[in-house]
């Protein structure tokens, strides 16, 4: 693996962590949103990640190798969470509660979102720390050279 190959996958899990914590923040953010403009309550949208393909050169390379090669991470989607339901809340004076008062709020929950977000920001750090570690065996390289 080369220097700047470490680079770009550190930089690349990075990048689709902090579109995570974005999703995820936009998940807290529309807790109480109980009408969207599809109709009905927010739903909460979940990232998933994959492998970034191997590059050219790599294929060419070593066909056995290329399992154990890649280049990082990238956002393969973002979905909504069918599986989880509604929070049903009995409101009849709210706008948006339903003919026997039954109001639907989003399936998002707090303390799920809380902790996702302490995942992604913990594996942000951990790729800047590689980064970091990856930019100091670089520069002790470049001093060598001296």
């Known amino acids: 693996m080369g220097l700047f190959q470490s680079f770009n996958i550190n930089a690349?899990?990075?990048?689709?962590?902090?579109?995570r914590t974005d999703i995820i923040?936009?998940?807290i953010a529309n807790v109480n949103s109980t009408?969207?403009?599809?109709?009905?309550?927010?739903?909460?949208?979940?990232v998933t990640f994959a492998?970034?393909?191997?590059?050219?050169?790599?294929?060419?390379y070593s066909a056995s190798k290329n399992k154990a090669v890649?280049?990082?991470?990238?956002?393969?989607s973002v979905t909504r969470d069918y599986s989880t339901d509604f929070t049903e809340e009995y409101d009849p004076s709210n706008p948006d509660a339903d003919e026997n008062g039954y109001v639907y709020y989003p399936n998002v929950n707090t303390v799920t979102e809380m902790t996702?977000?302490?995942?992604?920001?913990?594996?942000y750090e951990a790729n800047a720390t590689a980064f970091n570690a990856s930019k100091s065996m670089a520069?002790?390289?470049?001093?060598?050279?001296?």
Do not use: C, H, W
């Open 35 to 46: 009408s969207t403009e599809e109709g009905g309550p927010y739903r909460r949208k979940i």
């Open 25 to 27: 923040s936009e998940n």
């Open 12 to 19: 690349s899990g990075m990048t689709a962590e902090r579109f």
């Open 139 to 146: 520069e002790a390289g470049l001093q060598i050279g001296k």
């Open 70 to 76: 890649g280049n990082g991470v990238k956002v393969s």
């Open 51 to 60: 492998e970034k393909p191997v590059t050219p050169f790599s294929q060419y």
């Open 116 to 123: 996702n977000l302490i995942d992604a920001t913990r594996a």
